[in-house]
């Protein structure tokens, strides 16, 4: 008992070692040291880092608390099981955000049909319409267009407009000049917009971070503060992955 409780020890303060050091490391050694030692610190430094960006994908996409942390959950144990598929390794952010509009769509969809089967059949209809929510449009058809984009382009928009990352640190990761990632990543932003214009909503380049990032606030911001509150969430992925097999 006294061996297991010295472990679990060990296990924290390497996490949080880890947390506290994770930007000294990139997404792609975090994903790496994962897949070689099934390292469930490097996990939950990798939830932390993106942790964020997943949820506003969830929440835009479906609308419900509970619905969209189900999808967040869901969405890090599809990289517990397919974390070696990522290549190449620093795509994790750009691989994540697919995963998680997959997973969102989903389960928007199973929750479409639930209440089709629950809805009973009313006499008279609701006299009172809803004005439609112009600014929920606009981020649901953002997060369409942005999942259409090639991912050389995608990619930077999520590094840089949803994880927050500068340039600078974007073209380190990426192994890309910052001219490059700065061109791109205009280019990213006027293809957005020009399909966006199409829908009839004109908005600026500048302004696509600020609608992708609003929403619910993410109830997992505060471990990037707090460094050790996202270790059960990590735990639990890497529990509930292996009790689900290969």
Known sequence: MATNQMSEVILHLRSAVLLRDGAGLTDGQLLEDFISRRDEAALAA??????PMVWG???RTLRNYHDAEDAFQATFLVLVHKAASIVPREMVANWLYGVARQTALKARATAAKRKG???????????????P????DLQTLLDEELSRLPDKYRVVVVLCDLDGKTRTEVAGQLGLPEGTVASRLARARAILAKRLARHGLAVSGGTLA???????PCPFSGYQASGL??????RLVAVRSRSKGP
């Not at 509150?229 to 990590?234: D, N, S, T």
């Open 229 to 234: 509150g996202v270790w059960p969430l990590a």
């Open 46 to 51: 990798l939830i932390v880092r993106h942790g």
């Open 133 to 136: 929510d112009l600014w929920r």
């Open 210 to 216: 600020a609608v992708l990032s609003a929403g619910r």
């Open 57 to 59: 994908v969830c929440y």
């Open 117 to 131: 089967r629950e809805r009973q059949v009313k006499q008279m209809p609701e006299l009172a319409a809803v004005e």
